[in-house]
């Protein structure tokens, strides 16, 4: 795999999750030093008439940066009960797996990174090369991810009742399941697609 050529202008940015599904550590981490810049740069780029797209706790920073007010957007499903309490003029849909508010589109978890890229493929290039790369990668087209909700038990995020099953305690982080993406494999598939058809499409990493 090569790198991308450097004179690639960078329109498009897309953000895996952070690695947090507690929202009580959520805050924390948006307060951590690399947050700062990263916020700053987020609202240079979309000033600048770019496109951002987010997914899973992502989108947490796209609502720190201030740039959501307003607009439709998705996350977690387990997340979306805080992003409504502390964002009320958002339209906060998590049935969803993707979103598109042009600049910005947001995503929903763990996997739903994967729905992310074939989507901006689709848009960007084609639905033919996204339909190839979802044939390649064994991926099937998901439009919602409400079919994937569990309702069992308090709930890992929140507190209220919707919680994660499969003998996940509330005090076990998300992360096993939603907030840590394996998004090494996901950036490497997306690099080798922008690669093969020149698209300047750049990821910025953060470790889970």
Same mark, same amino acid.
């Given at each position: 795999m090569e790198p991308l050529e450097h004179d690639v202008q960078d329109n498009s940015w897309v953000i895996p999750g952070i690695g947090v599904g507690d929202v009580g550590v959520l805050q924390q981490r948006l307060e951590e030093p690399w947050a700062s810049p990263l916020l700053s740069a987020l609202n240079t780029h979309v000033a600048s008439d770019k496109e951002i797209a987010a997914s899973c706790s992502a989108v947490f920073l796209l609502h720190a940066a201030g740039l959501l007010e307003g607009r439709r957007v998705t996350t977690s499903w387990w997340l979306a009960?805080?992003?409504?309490? *502390?964002?009320?003029?958002?339209? /906060?849909d998590p049935d969803f797996m993707v979103l598109a508010d042009p600049p910005l589109t947001t995503a929903g978890a763990a996997f739903a990174q994967t729905d992310l890229m074939l989507h901006l493929l689709r848009r960007r290039l084609s639905p033919e090369i996204a339909g190839s790369v979802s044939k390649a990668l064994l991926l099937d087209r998901r439009q919602l991810q409400s079919p994937f909700v569990i309702v069992l038990g308090r709930c890992l995020a929140c507190g209220g009742s919707a919680g994660i099953a499969a003998g996940f305690s509330c005090s076990n982080p998300v992360g096993v399941l939603g907030?840590? /993406?394996?998004?090494?494999? *996901?950036?490497?598939? *997306?690099?080798?697609?922008?690669?093969? /058809?020149? /698209?300047p499409l750049a990821i910025l990493d953060q470790p889970c």
């Open positions: 009960p805080h992003l409504r309490k *502390i964002a009320p003029g958002y339209r /906060v907030g840590c /993406v394996p998004h090494a494999l *996901i950036s490497s598939g *997306i690099r080798i697609s922008a690669r093969l /058809v020149n /698209v």
